[in-house]
């Protein structure tokens, strides 16, 4: 389906050597294809496909969206991992991202795997949209246990952190748990007038690539 208003803001391309295979090229000859006209990739903790998926994408008349997804814990719980997904705005939220991945790896890495905390969100937060994570974000995961008021406490933190910049992510991509997630994320977001965004978890481009992927 060609629709220029529908936009993916969350893709892990094969520099998201955990779990992508979307190569770059190929990326932006089926957004083309599809009519779309701007894509975001969100590799997990790292930025490695920037140049080219810039490259590629200024050749194809796309505008590229600079992000990453990111795992993020309280300070003093390093094994209490949620997600969150970063949008570059301009070239301060890309010098703050870069920050945040390069400080995961050199300061935040435990048990071999990079994360940062939430307190270093706070020093690096400007020129940065950012995401809920969805089901595996902070806020989502307060949902999933029912806690809707903590889940609205998260909330507006990250909504006084990232004025206008935040939104809760929804997703239907047939995860357990999902449409729960959904029918309490519409709701809190309802209670404090927060902005919305779709977003599905793309790690290949076609269905015939889901065997490979897997």
Not at 89 to 110: D, P
Not at 151 to 180: N, V
């Amino acid at each position: 389906m060609r629709d220029s208003r529908f936009v993916h803001l969350r893709v892990h391309s094969e520099f998201s050597l955990v779990d992508g295979i979307v190569r770059i090229k190929p990326l932006m000859h089926a957004v083309t294809d599809r009519g779309m006209n701007a894509i975001a990739v969100t590799d997990f903790c790292n930025q490695f496909a920037a140049l080219k998926m810039f490259t590629a994408a200024m050749s194809m008349g796309v505008k590229p969206i600079f992000g990453a997804e990111l795992p993020c814990h309280p300070l003093d719980k390093p094994e209490d991992i949620t997600s969150v997904i970063f949008l570059c705005q301009n070239m301060t939220g890309y010098k703050n991202l870069t920050r945040l991945v390069s400080r995961a790896y050199f300061e935040g890495q435990y048990q071999g795997q990079p994360r940062i905390t939430y307190d270093w969100i706070t020093e690096a937060s400007e020129g940065l949209i950012a995401l809920s994570g969805g089901l595996r974000g902070e806020g989502g995961q307060a949902l999933i246990l029912d806690d809707e008021e903590r889940a609205e406490d998260i909330a507006k933190r990250w909504r006084a952190l990232f004025p206008g910049r935040f939104y809760l992510e929804i997703q239907r991509t047939g995860r357990s748990g999902e449409d729960m997630y959904n029918e309490r994320a519409v709701r809190l977001a309802d209670k404090l007038a927060l902005p919305l965004v779709a977003t599905n978890d793309v790690r290949f481009i076609d269905e015939k690539e889901f065997d490979a992927h897997e």
